[in-house]
């Protein structure tokens, strides 16, 4: 199991190069938590051939020439596949180091690039990825509560990648929805689709952040102006029918429909509803969650972004897939994931439970797995999440948490920072999360209960996943489903004093790449990057743009586009260079190891010759993986160079500036 193609890249050298050791897969990281392991393993292990191409002849045995690398035509198809996948883990595994917004960018983006879910090439999926990014990080500091949604999402993929691979019955309610047999196809299947489900489920965000921000500044204003007042006003979005058409017709009718007919299959039949009822009354609700016609339901106190999340996917992928004629033509997975999301904020835990006068959460067994996972990953998701909201700034919460399995249960562990001990004791979050017990707000008290167990159990029916666990809230529950640990917190890594809330990692590799190759236009930039190179070597330029901000800081200097009393810089030093070249060399080296590079010059071709790069990339030996010192300084160039093109592009970002650390006012 793991990397087939690269395995078998390593026989075939030996019979074309007489290359004895070559293509190394590098080991597995192992992360201190096991969620992280097991999203990783089961990337590596169970997610094997991943897009491979088995039915082409030369693909299959790895004769062709069809992959790209450094440059299109050197590697076999399969390969690169490969190639793929180990980023991609590689990506995860940075993530799960940094928790940061600009590593979880990584999984976005490798996740688009290996299955292109809107279509090929970064134009298809940058605003997605960006959108919300900058949308939290500009304009959710003016709300009263707001947290991080971007690298949240990251991290509820990663926990449904452990709970499908661990969890029996999780692994079999969606085994069985799409006709799988456990194995590679089954995992790949649910990569893809879960991926779609839990990576874009908050794209729509930035609509409820413009509706939350009027009410928090008039509610800050005017103490009488709150929810429970009814006096706040509010922002209702107009000119939706339009928004919501499509080749297909209205979405509030699509999605209406398959709601219904989704729920329909396990769901109302225990609630004892007539599926023309709930569809009815839901094409209603749906058409008024953007625009509240209906101001006396006090709906309009809050918008629904799950709504506008399952909006924008449906339309982002019909606008890639006008092959697609009819609702019956979209793939059963696909709009299984669009009815996921749009269900799983409030829409199915108030609006729809309460149509149906019923408190009933949704069962593993209802046939809605990836519902069920995301409102269940979604719920578990509360760690490491950047606080934006001017309340929510002083808020306690967990900084990391692990799941560990034990038969059919699990048992969720979240940890909080010793360091601020007293506060952590005294903190609601904290205190929700305890299993002695709470007190509702009709005054009747739980023993031997957690508050937070018990609201996930309210909405996703925890005992289908968790068999210990007591369901009757009038019983202590014995499952020991959660707990809650004190720990000294470590510092993350990857974080530094250059910041900006407009750096595009995207333009930075894209120029960077550009200038290195000598394209002189956009088109021409966009064309190199997209079509000549592999993923691999596209996050090789991303890790470049985002080390800037250390090689920087190595040399006292840093950019933002804040102003601030620092000297601007011009231009660097020789001194800084060298400095720059050599931190520049030992982070490619460290890169190129991680992705199973070696010393090798078998490639290097006579005085006055050319490289043989297609056996460079089909070995994965370079002449280059020496220490610093070493290099010839033709080389040396080629690591100080990016910088000098760093410092250009900096100048033709708007309002971005690099100083150096001391203040202008020592006269340096």
């Known amino acids: 199991m793991g990397y087939n193609a690269l395995a078998g890249m390593q026989e075939k050298n030996r019979s074309d190069y007489g290359v004895e050791h070559s293509v190394r897969v590098p080991e597995?990281?192992?992360?201190?938590r096991s969620f992280g392991y097991d999203a990783l393993a089961f990337l590596r292990d169970e997610c094997v051939d991943l897009k491979f191409d088995t039915a082409d002849e030369q693909r299959a045995s790895l004769s062709d020439s069809d992959g790209r690398s450094a440059e299109p035509g050197q590697i076999p198809y399969n390969m690169e596949r490969?190639?793929?996948?180990l980023s991609f883990e590689l990506a995860i595994e940075r993530f799960l180091t940094s928790g940061s917004r600009e590593d979880a960018f990584d999984?976005?983006?490798?996740?688009?690039?290996?299955?292109?879910?809107?279509?090929?090439?970064?134009?298809?999926?940058?605003?997605?990825?960006?959108?919300?990014?900058?949308?939290?990080?500009?304009?959710?500091?003016?709300?009263?509560?707001?947290?991080?949604?971007?690298?949240?999402?990251?991290?509820v993929f990663l926990v449904g990648l452990s709970l499908y691979r661990n969890h029996e019955g999780i692994r079999k309610a969606y085994n069985s929805k799409y006709g799988l047999q456990d194995g590679p196809g089954a995992a790949c299947h649910f990569l893809e689709h879960w991926g779609m489900t839990s990576l874009f489920h908050d794209i729509g965000y930035p609509f409820e952040i413009a509706h939350q921000q009027m009410k928090a500044y008039v509610c800050k204003l005017f103490e009488n102006a709150n929810d429970e007042s009814g006096f706040a006003p509010y922002v209702s979005y107009r000119n939706m029918e339009e928004f919501t058409l499509t080749h297909l017709g209205d979405?509030?009718?699509?999605?209406?429909q398959a709601i219904t007919e989704r729920l329909a299959e396990h769901y109302l039949i225990r609630t004892g509803r007539e599926p023309y009822y709930l569809q009815h009354k839901l094409r209603g609700v749906l058409v008024d969650r953007a625009v509240h016609e209906n101001p006396a339901e006090m709906n309009y106190l809050f918008m629904d972004h799950a709504y506008f999340s399952g909006l924008i996917l449906a339309k982002a992928f019909l606008d890639r897939h006008p092959e697609v004629a009819s609702p019956s033509q979209l793939p059963e997975p696909v709009l299984d994931s669009f009815c996921a999301i749009i269900l799983h904020n409030s829409l199915f835990k108030f609006t729809i439970r309460s149509l149906l006068h019923t408190r009933e959460p949704l069962h593993l067994d209802d046939g809605q797995p990836l519902a069920y996972l995301l409102m269940l990953c979604d719920e578990l998701?509360?760690?490491?999440?950047?606080?934006?909201?001017?309340d929510s700034r002083g808020g306690i919460y967990p900084f990391d948490f692990d799941v560990r399995f034990d038969g059919g249960n699990m048992h969720w562990t979240y940890y909080y920072d010793s360091a601020y001990e007293q506060e952590v004791l005294c903190a609601k979050a904290y205190r929700d999360m305890v299993p002695d017990g709470y007190v509702k707000k009709s005054g009747a008290v739980r023993q031997g209960r957690s508050k937070f167990v018990d609201d996930i159990d309210e909405i996703v029916s925890l005992a289908d996943v968790l068999p210990e666990f007591e369901s009757d809230v009038s019983k202590p529950d014995c499952s020991g489903a959660i707990e809650v640990v004190l720990e000294e917190k470590q510092k993350k890594t990857g974080l530094y004093l250059s910041d900006s809330n407009?750096?595009?990692?995207?333009?930075?590799?894209?120029?960077?790449?550009?200038?290195?190759?000598?394209?002189?236009?956009?088109d021409e930039m966009k064309r190199a990057f997209e079509e000549g190179l592999s993923l691999e070597y596209k996050l090789s330029n991303v890790a470049e743009a985002k080390g800037f901000a250390s090689r920087l800081e190595s040399i006292g200097c840093f950019y933002t586009d804040r102003p601030v009393e620092y000297e601007a810089l011009t231009e660097f030093s020789d001194e800084e260079l060298s400095a720059i070249a050599e931190a520049e060399h030992v982070r490619w080296c460290e890169e190129k190891d991680s992705m199973g590079w070696d010393f090798g010059v078998g490639h290097v071709g006579k005085k006055g010759e050319r490289n043989n790069n297609v056996m460079r990339e089909r070995t994965r030996l370079h002449h280059d993986l020496i220490p610093f010192?070493?290099?010839?300084?033709?080389?040396?160039?080629?690591?100080?160079?990016?910088?000098?093109?760093?410092?250009e592009l900096i100048r033709e970002f708007e309002g971005l500036t690099i100083y150096r650390m001391y203040p202008v006012a020592e006269g340096r």
């Open 381 to 390: 998701q509360c760690w490491d999440r950047a606080s934006y909201g001017h």
């Open 107 to 155: 999984i976005y983006y490798c996740y688009c690039e290996i299955f292109k879910p809107f279509g090929a090439g970064y134009d298809t999926t940058g605003l997605l990825l960006e959108m919300l990014s900058e949308h939290e990080t500009n304009a959710s500091s003016l709300l009263m509560k707001h947290r991080d949604h971007y690298s949240h999402s990251a991290y």
């Open 502 to 522: 407009y750096l595009n990692l995207y333009d930075f590799a894209l120029a960077l790449n550009g200038r290195y190759c000598g394209a002189q236009t956009e």
């Open 28 to 32: 597995m990281a192992r992360p201190p």
């Open 629 to 647: 010192d070493e290099l010839p300084e033709s080389e040396v160039l080629k690591d100080s160079e990016p910088m000098r093109k760093m410092l």
């Open 82 to 85: 490969d190639l793929d996948r």
């Open 251 to 256: 979405l509030n009718d699509l999605y209406a």
